[in-house]
């Protein structure tokens, strides 16, 4: 009886032994990514895909086991993030609230926003609400962790609470830890978008294809993560594979830019391509004209580009400064006050940015403006620019 009690304690029912016990384990944490990324984040916040109802409760069953998060919160929040991205709204932002904090504390953090009803019910519109979310998945949230750790015991013994576990620490440390402290601290950036977003990796398989959290910044309702073509999403794969046998369906992805030769003037097309692609046109400045010109300006004072404005400082050009601490910012800025050229190009980046953000709703007035902008753009007597002018005119929508 003994003998049969220890066996119980060490194996479970299921004896699967260390490696299998290995990939049960990474088969459940990929199942909470996958609803994660696939279902909360894609699905529910960005109505980038949808999934057949069936497969759309599983997910919906799936975090409430394993996480105990419920769908109406987690949208609400994601979607305040976008809001109020990088200011003291933002609910974790390691720009306002510190790096450690939002790594070390993500969860800490994402219960600080639970508890903002008012915000909740503002973003967290669409969320489900039927029997099943009212009456068990919303009031018993914790309930699915509690009944997931006697599933865990019973299949795989003492060593299935260890599992458990893991998969309570997955989501806490991956998503509210990693993508959103590091992924607005380190990586590489393909978009200037208006925040400190990054891409953590160009290849998002640990995490569901979390780890592109610049392009997805940078679009945030595309179904599809990766924008290069030496990028991987593994989300993105498996909504693809979903799709071929009926069980997603596709309705927003990135649009792709094209570039119409000849063009003389920014017409509507050039406008609408621009709005849709604003961040690629800021890129596109920062890396044809600005850089140019910095090495310009170092090459003509027999420097090098790192000694004539380091990198935090080059970065800061971007944004006018908006991430540097405030006597960094007033460095940049005297800088940039000492070199007619520069001056030049920094403002006309900063007029091109707010005419793009502007929340205006004449277009016909945007397209003016956007007009006399490349006018005198090519009266500047830059090349860069004049060159970064007839490049812009020519934006348009790939069909």
Not at 28 to 53: C, E, K, M, N
Not at 128 to 138: A, F, G, K, N, S
Not at 345 to 351: I, K, N, Q, S
């Amino acid at each position: 009886m003994l003998d049969v009690l220890f066996d119980f304690l060490v194996s479970g029912v299921a004896s699967l032994g260390w490696w299998g016990m290995l990939v049960v384990l990474l088969v459940f944490t990929q199942l909470t990514i996958f609803s994660v990324t696939l279902y909360l984040h894609r699905s529910q916040a960005h109505r980038g895909v949808d999934f057949h109802p069936v497969l759309n409760h599983f997910f919906r069953f799936w975090t409430w086991l394993t996480t105990s998060m419920i769908t109406r919160e987690w949208v609400a929040i994601h979607r305040k993030h976008h809001a109020k991205v990088e200011t003291e709204e933002d609910p974790h932002s390691p720009q306002t609230r510190g790096i450690g904090k939002v790594f070390w504390q993500g969860v800490e953090l994402y219960r600080e926003a639970r508890a903002d009803r008012p915000s909740i019910e503002q973003y967290g519109k669409g969320a489900p609400d039927d029997w099943i979310e009212r009456h068990l998945y919303t009031p018993h949230a914790n309930l699915g962790p509690t009944a997931l750790l006697f599933i865990n015991f019973a299949l795989f013994g003492l060593p299935g609470v260890a599992l458990w576990a893991i998969q309570m620490a997955w989501i806490p440390f991956w998503a509210a830890g990693v993508v959103n402290g590091l992924g607005h601290w380190w990586g590489y950036r393909n978009f200037e978008s208006a925040d400190t977003s990054t891409n953590l990796t160009p290849w998002g398989v640990w995490i569901g294809g979390e780890e592109l959290h610049n392009n997805h910044h940078a679009f945030p309702s595309s179904a599809r993560f990766s924008m290069r073509r030496w990028e991987f999403d593994i989300g993105w794969a498996a909504i693809k594979g979903l799709e071929k046998v009926g069980l997603a369906k596709v309705l927003r992805v990135a649009p792709s830019l094209d570039i119409r030769p000849n063009i003389t003037a920014p017409d509507t097309e050039t406008l609408r391509a621009l709005l849709s692609h604003r961040f690629q046109a800021m890129t596109d400045y920062q890396r044809n004209v600005l850089k140019p010109a910095l090495r310009e300006e170092a090459a003509a004072a027999g420097a090098r580009l790192r000694e004539l404005l380091p990198r935090r400082m080059r970065k800061g050009l971007v944004d006018d400064g908006r991430w540097l601490k405030p006597d960094a910012r007033e460095q940049l800025h005297a800088w940039v006050s000492q070199r007619p050229r520069i001056q030049a190009l920094v403002e006309h980046r900063a007029r091109l940015s707010a005419l793009l953000e502007a929340r205006s709703h004449d277009a016909a007035e945007r397209l003016r403006q956007l007009q006399a902008w490349c006018q005198e753009a090519e009266a500047s007597g830059i090349r860069a620019l004049q060159e970064y002018s007839a490049r812009l005119k020519g934006y348009a929508l790939a069909h």
